[in-house]
C-alpha cells in the first residue's frame, strides 16, 4: 500500500491544532475566524447613496454594511411569497427532520419519525404502531439518531416523492411520504445494534444504503472484545424500495458483510458508475481502545494508520448474488459473507488518506472524492481508473483477503485545501465545495477532466474559502449531490455557534449559514445565520420546491394516512356512534368539524377496553383540529379529511373533559367533550 504523499508528520500539528478538542471540549479552533470579533462601528453608510431615505435611515440606525443590505436583500421573503428550495435536514438526536425554505431559512415545519411529538399527534395513539414496529428485541425506543436524510432518486436526480431518514442510534431505517410529509415505516436492521445513520437511495430508488460504523458482532450477539477479529463486523445493508407500496420490502432486502473497519456513509454512483456504491472506513487498524486499562483511547488508536479503505461495492452484482440464493440468514436476514463477496466479484478496496470521513460522487458519475480529517487534501477517485485497476488485478490483499486497489492507479488527483476537510458538494459550474472543520470554513475548488472546460485555467485547484463560525460538519447545495446541482446557494451545517446569538444558557444552538455561491468570485458571500435550537442537523438535502406536490389536504373524507386510502372504519357524518362489543370493549365513532366533536359525551365502564375513530370532515385548506384525552396520554393531530384511531384501557373512574388542541376557529374553545369513565360496581 503506497502512502508516499501523506503527511504524517501533519497529523500532531492538526491535533495541536485542536481537531479533538472541537469534537469533544475545549476551545473551538478557527484559524480564519474568530469567536468575538468585534465588527467595527459605521458611521457612515457609503454605497448606500441609490437607496430610499427610509433604507439608508434604517442602515444608519442599525449600523448595517451594504453588504449587509444586499445579504438581507437576497434573503428576505415579502408575506405570502413562497421559497424556492426545501431543505430536509436531520435533526440528530432529537430523533426528526426539519424542512427549512431557502432563502429565507424559515423552519416551515418537523416532521416527527422517531421521536414522540405531540404537535403532530405523532406516539400519543397515532404513529405509535410505526413507532413500535421498531422495537430493538421487543422494546419500543422512543428516540433515535437522524443524520442523513436520503431523498428518493429517479435516474439519480431528486423526484419529491419519499424521504428516507435512517437511526444511527438503533441501525433503523424510516420512510417518510412527501405527500403529507407524514413517517410511514420503521424498520429495525436485524444484523445491527447500532450504525452510522446513513441513507443513501441508487439512481432510481432500487435500495437504500445503510452502512455500519462501530464494529460489533452480527446480531449484536456477545463475543469478548479479544474476538475482534474473528466475530465482530461492519455491514452495508441494502434496503428494497416499493414504490407501488411505498414501503421497504424487508423480504428482498439483503446486507454485505464486511471487515470491522468502522464503515460510514455509502454514497452511489450514476452515469458511468450506475450499480456501483461507494464508502468508507475509519478504523482499518481494528483497534478496540481500552484506556482505563492504560491503552491510548480509541481517538489516537484509530488514527495509527496513514489510510484507511474507500469501500467499492459493486452492488448489482450482489443483488445478482443474493437473487441466486448465495446467501446465509443472520438473525434471519440475508447476508451476503466476505467469501461469497470474494468469489462473486462484489467488493474492493482503495487506500484512502487519513482518517477519511464521507465519499461524495462528482456530477457526472466520474470520480469520487474523499476527505480525510487528518489529511489537508481531498483525494479524487476516477471511476475509471478503478475499473482498469480491477481489469488489470492491480491490488494487494488485505487481512480477509479482500483486493485493495493499487493507490496511485486509482486517483485522479489530490487537491490541498486546509485543516480538517470532511464533506463534499457540487455545483454546476465545475466547482466543488468542501467543508473544513478545523479551518471552519468553506473550501470552493474547481474540479478537472471533463468538468476542465467549465474552468480551463486552473483545474484541480483551490479557488477561495469562506470562513463560517463556527466548526462546520457537512454543508448542503440544493440537488448538490445529484447528476444536476442547482448550485445557487450553499447552506454551512456548523456544530458550533459560540457568540452569534443571544445567549441561552449552556446548551448552545447550531449555525446553519446560508452562504451565495452564485453571485459571487472566490470568495462566497455570507447571506444569513440561522440558530438550530432543536436539534442537531448533520447532513441535509436541498429540492427544488415546485418539485415537490404535496397535498394540502387529505384527498377525500375518511383518508387513513397509514394506508393512504379511504379507511372502511373511518366514522362519517351522521353516522357517529358509540358501539359496546362486548362486556369489556367499547367502540366509539367520532367526527370532527368546526367547531364540534360528536359526540361530546363519550361514557364507557372502568376497565373497558376502547377503541376510539375520529374523523376530519373538514375539506377547509389549514383548519386542522388536535384531540387530547387527559390521563390517558392520547393526542392526535386531525388534519382535514384525517381518519385516525386508537386504542387504551379506560382503567381509572373519573370525568375527562377533552378538547380541540389546535386553535381552530372562533368558538374553539367550546370544542370540547366529556369522557365518562363509571365505576363498575
Ligand atoms: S457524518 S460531519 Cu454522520 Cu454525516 Cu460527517
Ligand atoms: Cu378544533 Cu380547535
Redesign the pocket.
Known sequence: MRTACIRTALLGTILQAGLLAGCGGGEPSGSTAQPGTARPVRTSTDGAAGLPVDARKVMQERNLSPDDVTAALRTYMPSGRHDDFLMFASSGHAGQVIVIGLPSMRILRTIAVYTPESWQGWGFGAGNDVIAAGAVDGKVMTWGDTHHPGLSRTKGEYDGQWLFIADKAHARMAVIDLRDFETKQIVKNPIAISDHGGAFATPDTDYIIQGGQYGHPLAWEYADIEEYDTRYRGHATFWKFDRQRGRIDVENSFALELPPYWQDLFQVGWGPSDGWSFGNSINTERYTGGIEKGRPPFESGVSQSDTDYLHIINWRAAEKAFRDGKFTRVNGFPVLTLDTLKKENILYFAPEPKSPHGVDVAPGGDFMVVSGKLDPHVTVYSFAKIQQAIAAKNWSLDPYGIPVLDFDAVVEARVELGLGPLHTQFDQQGYAYTSLFLDSAVARWTLGGPYEKLNPDRPWSLIGKTPVHYNIGHLAVPHGDTPKPEGRYLVALNKWSIDRFAPVGPLLPQNLQLLDIANTGANMKLLYDMPMGIGEPHYAQIIRADLLKPWNAYPEIGWDPHTQAVSPHAPKQGDEKIVRRDERTVEVFMT?I??HFKPEHVEVLEGDRVIWHVTSVERALDAV??FMLPGFNIMLSIEPGEYQRFEFTADKAGVYPFY??????AL?LE?MGYFFVRPRS
Open positions: 370532527a368546526r367547531s383540529h388536535g380541540c388542541t389546535e386553535f381552530c376557529s374553539h370544542m
